[in-house]
């Protein structure tokens, strides 16, 4: 799996190249259930590249935020929006996963836990110790995959901007196991889509 870093023509979000926000706009719409919970797109079944940009924009509106792509023999398979810190707990040393996708055709092939041990991983090379998501309480396929990978749910709050109920996960950042990534404690199945918290 190959992780590159989105980055917009001079800053500007909505100005991908059109081949990107192609391939972007096919992966959000390759899982109209993760769409319909997240209820980011007014119409899961049909949606724009323009929504598309505009959601990306709001991810990295926020100068924390990094927005990874993982693609595997050369086509996006995920993609991952982190934050170094959250934007409302300055007191909070951990990094945030604020969403995790994959490609709704190509579940239960890895994609998921490929990419979220590399998140892990980048996180651990900028020497952080821990990092935490939020679930929608709902979503009982998003907390077994990431339960599956080590996290543990930490508290139980609303979600800061749908106001839903969400768990708040946070998974120990350990040194990776030789050979691999990741650090092997509660690895497991996953691969499919997490909503953003």
């Known amino acids: ?33 993760f769409q319909q919970l997240g209820g980011d797109f007014p119409d899961p079944e049909h949606i724009r590249p323009e929504e598309v940009a505009a959601s990306l924009a709001g991810e990295l509106s926020h100068p924390d935020a990094e927005i990874l792509l993982a693609r595997s023999r050369g086509r996006l398979v995920g993609l991952a929006a982190t934050l170094r810190h959250h934007p409302s707990r300055p007191d909070d040393p951990d990094p945030w996963i604020g969403l995790l996708m994959t490609d709704g055709r190509a579940r239960r092939q890895g994609h998921g836990r ?4 590399a998140v892990e991983d980048r996180f651990r090379e900028q020497g952080r110790t821990g ?4 679930v929608p309480r709902g979503s009982t396929t998003a907390l077994a995959f990431w339960t599956a990978l080590g996290y543990e749910i930490v508290e139980e709050r609303p979600d800061p901007r ?3 109920p969400a768990y708040v996960l946070r998974k120990e950042l350990l040194e990776p196991l030789p050979g ?17 918290g």
């Open 114 to 117: 490929r990419l979220a041990h």
């Open 1 to 33: 799996m190959l992780i590159e870093t989105l980055l917009p023509p001079a800053g500007d979000p909505l100005a991908l190249p059109a081949p990107v926000l192609l391939e972007l706009t096919e992966l959000y719409a390759s899982d109209k259930e």
């Open 180 to 196: 691999g990534t990741g650090t092997g404690a509660g690895a497991g199945a996953g691969g499919g889509p997490v909503p953003e």
């Open 131 to 134: 990092v935490r998501l939020a």
């Open 162 to 164: 749908r106001g839903h």
